[in-house]
Structure formats: C-alpha cells, structure tokens
DNA sequence: GCGACAG
DNA sequence: ATCTTGTCGC
C-alpha cells in the first residue's frame, strides 16, 4: 500500500501543530463509498521505558470478519507522546507495516480519534489523508469533546453525539452492554453514520471492534517475540543471577 | 489560575 | 501505552 509524500519523521511539535492546521482543510468528512468489503485495523504498541515501536495492521473481511492478510513492522520512536500530536508518534511505524499490505482495504479504522480532536485531525483523519483510504477514529477514551452520560443507553449499539460548541465532531458508542463506551469519530473520506455502522458491525462481543482489537492482539505478538530474542534465557538468570 | 489530556 | 491481583459475571 503507497502513500503519500509527506513525512512524519523529524519534525519538532510547533511545527506539528502547523501541519495539522494546514492538511485540516483537505479532509473531506462525507461518505466516499457504498459497500465496504474490506476493513482493516491498525495498532502500535511498546514496552515501557524503552524507544522501541511495534505496529500492526490487520485486514479483514465484511462482514464475515474473518482474517484475510497481517502486516507488522519494528522500528525506534522519534517523537514522544504529546496529545494531539500522537500521530507524529506513531505515524512513521505504522506507514512502514501499511507498505505490506497487498490486500487493499476500502476502510481503516485506527485506535485513537478521528476529527475528534483539538484541532480536527487525529491520527484516524491525518493517517487517511496520507494513504488516501476512508478511515475512522475508535477511541478508548476521550480526547476532545462534550457528551452527557446520561444521554448513552446501556445497552449495545446505543450512541449519543460527542459535540463541541454545538457542534457534533463524533459519538459515543456503546458496543457491549453495560460496558464503557468507545468514541467514534470520522476519520477521513467516510462520515460519522457510516463509521459508527461500520463500528458496530465490526464488534464481536468485545468492546473493542475485531480490526482494532485483532490489530492490538498481532501487536502484542509480535513485541513478546521482540523481547524474547532481546533477552535469551531471561528466566534462569533471573532464578539464578 | 485550574482542569483535561487519544496512545 | 505499560505495570499488576484478585474478582465479578456469563
């Protein structure tokens, strides 16, 4: 999977912000397709204290949802957790495991905000501007945003608009029953109907939806494997070190 | 000044 | 994101 030109790596967080303010207005937050027969997730992951990064991307099919390709790639962070910049974080790592992909995906849904975000552009809508795909935002928690709990059912497949002066920039999605929500927000080239469809339709009796979570599962994989070759026969120095 | 703050 | 034990529920 290509990608555009624009390059995440080296950049310092002012000059972040005016990169975020300028690609904003090339967002285009409307439904760009009618049938998606291919989604797929995309994760990153790391071990504490260390520079590390491990990201995942998983493509699956609609509706079965069943796995039809995995990518990972390895590499060193290059920018710290800020939020609002998170996808100067993680963008770099993530591009290099979407240039493995074969199965092109119609969507992309990324964990973390979409247009949900300070200044309109999270890592879901600047990551679909790059690789020119429909992407959603599926967040565990809040970024940006205003929403009333009382206003969410309980139960699975209830929303309620996440919203910001009046404004609707997202939802909050219940996708289990009587379990925290998830926030939904478009993400680039799809609109905010389509993407919390889309969401429901990916959950599997989890919270999180199967492209993401299964993301998150190869993710994790993959970076155990990671410390394994880092620290052979970990166990027995520890036992008798 | 104070609270909030994706992963 | 990661570090962690027990615990509540289907």
């Not at 491990?54 to 995995?70: C, D, G, K, N, T």
């Not at 935002?137 to 009382?150: H, N, P, Q, T």
């Not at 599962?217 to 880092?230: M, P, Q």
Request: aromatic share 8%.
């Amino acid at each position: 999977m290509k990608y555009k030109n624009l390059h995440p790596w080296d950049v310092d967080p002012n000059q972040a912000i005016q990169i975020q303010k300028q690609l904003r207005d090339q967002l285009i937050l409307q439904k760009t397709q009618e049938t998606y027969r291919r989604i797929a997730g995309a994760d990153v992951s790391y071990d504490k204290g260390s520079d590390i990064l491990y990201a995942a991307v998983v493509v699956l099919e609609l509706p079965s949802l069943q796995i039809i390709e995995e990518a990972s790639a390895v590499g060193r962070s290059t920018f710290p957790y800020i939020p609002g910049l998170l996808v100067f974080r993680e963008a770099p790592i993530l591009l290099k495991a979407f240039e493995k992909i074969r199965q092109e995906p119609d969507v992309i849904m990324f964990d973390g905000q979409g247009i949900a975000h300070p200044r309109g552009i999270g890592i879901a809508s600047q990551m679909g501007l790059w690789l020119d795909k429909p992407s959603i935002g599926c967040a565990k928690s809040k970024l940006f945003g205003d929403y009333r709990e009382a206003d969410l059912g309980a139960k699975a497949g209830s929303y309620t608009p996440l919203t910001y002066r009046g404004k609707i920039i997202g939802a909050v999605v219940r996708t289990r029953d009587n379990v925290s929500p998830v926030f939904v927000s478009a993400g680039h080239k799809i609109d905010l109907a389509t993407s919390i469809e889309l969401v429901l339709k990916s959950c599997q009796g989890y919270r999180i939806p199967e492209p993401t979570r299964q993301a998150h599962n190869l993710v994790n994989k993959i970076r155990v494997e990671g410390d394994k070759s880092k620290a052979p026969g970990g166990t027995q120095m520890d036992l008798f070190g």
